[in-house]
């Protein structure tokens, strides 16, 4: 049997520049795209030749703006591409023109070696070597399968007894690194005795998939790695496996070779679908709004700024220009809000923004001090730091303030209604739900500009909290209308029904 890497697992934090990058700058072909197996929530992207074959393939799960791990003990730290030898000078040249970080060539184990990071500061090397591409890409020099990966390990004989149940056998060794060969590639297995223990997050290895023959393969490894509790074995649609952690926490999967990524479309367009897991079917429309869109290289997009507050787009098919800024409610997202925001205006551009401020570990958009107790100082320093943000945000992505509406969900609501007291001409519609009234002793602003729906629901415990708010907006002015739901504190179908009743009456008006 063929033995070697199926494909190599990482995490990104910027999607548009992991497709950049790997898609653009490095030439492999994005062969498909899909909702998480384990997680539908987050975007998985698969790169590799032609044909996504074995062996030439790196997958990224999509972490948006997701905090940094570190590298260390524990983890895979490097990934080297095959190269044509002689087009080591020609990547050299393109990545000092597309200021990639670039050193060498050097020499590894008797290979020249360029080594280059991505957008995440992953090293990635691009070695010259005559490996041969199952199916080649277009550009003669772009990378032909992966060469090799460096695991970093405290037990380095414990974690090549392990590789060898893969088929790695010992080669040569260089300092503190030691090679195993496969049939097809090699693994690095480095000691780092003395290492940091590594940190799961964006920018780190996931795992390393190795090459199983067959379903017969993955049930047999599956008996042969008992001692390492292998999990059970999973469908991951495009192949079958299952995953083991070596005796220094190194993850592996052993996935077969088919039934490939042509398996759900044609070999001329793999790649250009969005696939939601089949156990997720019902929320398919909901998570392809929620997933990062991305553009791919020459592809027209939105740049993303770098500005105070994380933020994220949606953007229809046929926007009509009319923009929907979410914000999300305790322990949210910038996303969550984006599927009932679609269905409320399909056309509209959805501007999702992430609070600042935490919880235990959860966004939110100020700090409080118990459930009605909040943080008049934060209120006011966030509030102000937003109110620049959208300032800015309107000119850098040309956004018009009396085609936007502002949707925010309880903690969001609340902290609209926040800066709307603070800055009155932050906003000129506003659909509040759950919300209350935070800022303590408002003054009376002029809102006579102002069009606002707030929905609370019979059965939330805070809804008696939110007739202060509609008092205060009333004495300022603005156009109120009030509605009530038969619900808690989360939205319900009846949200969406008045919301969308009260947004058609306002653009009819």
Not at 86 to 112: D, K
Not at 150 to 173: I, M, N
Request: glycine letters at 10%.
């Amino acid at each position: 049997m063929t033995t070697g890497i199926h494909h190599v697992t990482l995490i990104t934090r910027k999607v548009q520049a992991n497709v950049d990058f790997y898609a653009g700058f490095l030439g492999l072909r994005l062969v498909k795209q899909t909702g998480g197996f384990e997680d539908a929530e987050q975007l998985h992207l698969f790169y590799g030749d032609a044909m996504g074959s074995p062996g030439s393939v790196v997958t990224f799960l999509v972490w948006e703006d997701g905090a940094p791990g570190r590298v260390g003990r524990g983890q895979i730290s490097e990934i080297a591409f095959a190269v044509p030898p002689q087009s080591l000078g020609q990547w050299l040249t393109r990545a000092i023109t597309a200021q990639v970080p670039v050193s060498g060539p050097t020499r590894e184990f008797g290979e020249p070696v360029l080594r280059l990071k991505d957008p995440d500061g992953v090293i990635v090397k691009l070695v010259g070597v005559d490996m041969p591409a199952q199916a080649p890409l277009a550009d003669a020099d772009a990378p032909r399968r992966v060469r090799a990966v460096t695991l970093l390990t405290d037990k380095a004989e414990g974690t090549a007894a392990f590789l060898a149940y893969y088929g790695y056998r010992s080669g040569t060794s260089e300092g503190n690194i030691r090679r195993l060969f496969s049939d097809t590639d090699a693994i690095d297995v480095r000691d780092a005795t003395g290492f940091y223990e590594g940190i799961p997050g964006t920018g780190i290895f996931d795992h390393v998939a190795l090459r199983a023959p067959d379903f017969d393969a993955v049930e047999a490894m599956q008996r042969e790695l008992m001692r390492w509790s292998p999990t059970n074995v999973h469908d991951r649609k495009y192949f079958r496996s299952l995953y083991a952690r070596d005796s220094s926490g190194i993850l592996t999967e052993y996935a077969t070779d088919t039934p490939g990524f042509a398996v759900d479309e044609p070999p001329a367009h793999l790649g250009e679908r969005l696939f939601v897991p089949e156990q997720d079917a019902e929320r398919a429309q909901d998570l392809r709004v929620m997933l990062p869109q991305f553009a791919r290289p020459g592809e027209e997009r939105i740049v993303l700024r770098d500005l105070p507050f994380v933020h994220r787009f949606f953007v229809p098919e046929d926007p009509d220009g009319s923009t929907v800024l979410l914000l999300h409610g305790s322990g949210g997202h910038e996303a969550d809000l984006m599927p009932f925001a679609h269905r409320l205006l399909p056309r509209a551009t959805l501007m999702g923004v992430r609070g600042r401020s935490t919880e235990e570990g959860h966004a939110r958009w100020f700090r409080r001090r118990s459930q009605l107790e909040f943080d008049q100082q934060d209120i006011r320093f966030e509030a102000e730091a937003f109110d620049e943000f959208w300032r800015e945000a309107r000119g850098v992505y040309g956004l018009d303030r009396d085609r936007t509406t502002v949707l925010g969900l309880s903690n969001g609501a609340n902290f609209a209604a926040a800066v709307t007291a603070l800055y009155p001409d932050t906003f000129r519609r506003a659909i509040l739900i759950r919300p209350m009234l935070v800022l303590e002793a408002p003054e009376v602003v002029d809102l006579s500009d102002m069009d606002v729906l707030t929905l609370t629901g019979r059965d939330d415990p805070f809804a008696p909290h939110g007739a202060a708010l509609d008092e205060w907006l009333l004495r300022c002015g603005a156009k109120l209308e009030t509605r009530s739901v038969p619900a808690g504190h989360g939205l319900v179908p009846a949200d969406l029904i008045l919301a969308r009743a009260w947004a058609v009456k306002g653009r009819d008006t």
